[in-house]
């Protein structure tokens, strides 16, 4: 157990609709990272919060959103949804905001659009 | 840009040892990690190490890092069915001053009995 929770654990939506995945970190944790995985892409990087603010920004969509609340927790909103957005979407936590601290990784939100 | 490549699938019998490959590409300093991620589950940190290392070895787990060139390996001994998974190396971005990891494709491992 990594001690990063991902819920829901599967999801399953129409293209045009939106959703919420959330996470809780590891205790302790700042940083929080959000990153996709689909079998043409890879694992690709989206965004990271750190001590409720954004760091980062990968390759994520102008339909997509996340925040870091003050108690921690992330959420990430997807709208407008279409048929490329199937896809595992991880969740990982780290200590500190650089890449010298291992991330530890939840088990995922499988998200499938009909 | 920042590229990080693995081979795609290695098979194994139960009992050898695996070597699993990857090359990256960041020239400056960097830490790099494997992960295992097994059918359904999330990715689990196995080791990593950072750029002015050789080696660093945990268990069953040898990390072996030439800085030449730019290449990395996992050796794991006495491979057992249960290491069947995907295995990738990540880099962290830009030296690691930013905290987003970098993948590879990941390679399948496949233990045969």
């Known amino acids: 157990d990594s001690g990063v929770t991902q819920t829901p654990k599967h999801l399953i939506t129409a293209t045009g609709q939106r959703v919420t995945l959330r996470c809780s970190p590891r205790?302790?944790?700042?940083?929080v990272y959000w990153y996709q995985q689909s079998l043409d892409q890879g694992l690709q990087f989206l965004i990271q919060?750190?001590?409720?603010?954004?760091?980062a920004k990968g390759n994520i969509l102008e339909r997509f959103s996340a925040q870091q609340f003050p108690d921690l927790h992330s959420e990430l909103n997807l709208s407008s949804l279409e048929l490329g957005d199937s896809a595992l979407y991880f969740c990982?936590?780290?200590?500190?905001?650089?890449?010298?601290?291992?991330?530890?990784f939840g088990d995922g939100t499988r998200l499938s659009i009909l | 840009g920042e590229d990080v490549e693995q081979s795609l699938f290695l098979s194994v019998r139960e009992g050898d040892s695996s070597v699993i490959n990857c090359t990256y590409t960041?020239?400056?300093?960097?830490?790099l990690y494997w992960y295992k991620q097994e059918p359904g589950a999330g990715l689990q940190l196995l080791t990593y190490?950072?750029?002015?290392?050789d080696m660093k070895q945990d268990q069953r787990l040898t990390v072996l890092l030439n800085k030449k060139d730019k290449h990395l390996s996992l050796r794991i001994a006495d491979t057992q069915t249960g290491d069947s998974a995907i295995y990738f190396c990540?880099?962290?971005?830009?030296?690691?001053?930013?905290?987003?990891?970098?993948f590879g494709k990941g390679t399948k491992l496949s233990v045969k009995p």
């Open positions: 990982a936590s780290s200590v500190g905001p650089r890449g010298n601290q291992p991330q530890h």
């Open positions: 205790s302790g944790d700042l940083s």
């Open positions: 919060y750190y001590n409720g603010e954004e760091r």
């Open positions: 960041d020239s400056s300093s960097t830490y």
């Open positions: 190490i950072f750029s002015n290392m």
């Open positions: 990540a880099e962290s971005g830009y030296g690691g001053s930013q905290g987003n990891l970098i």
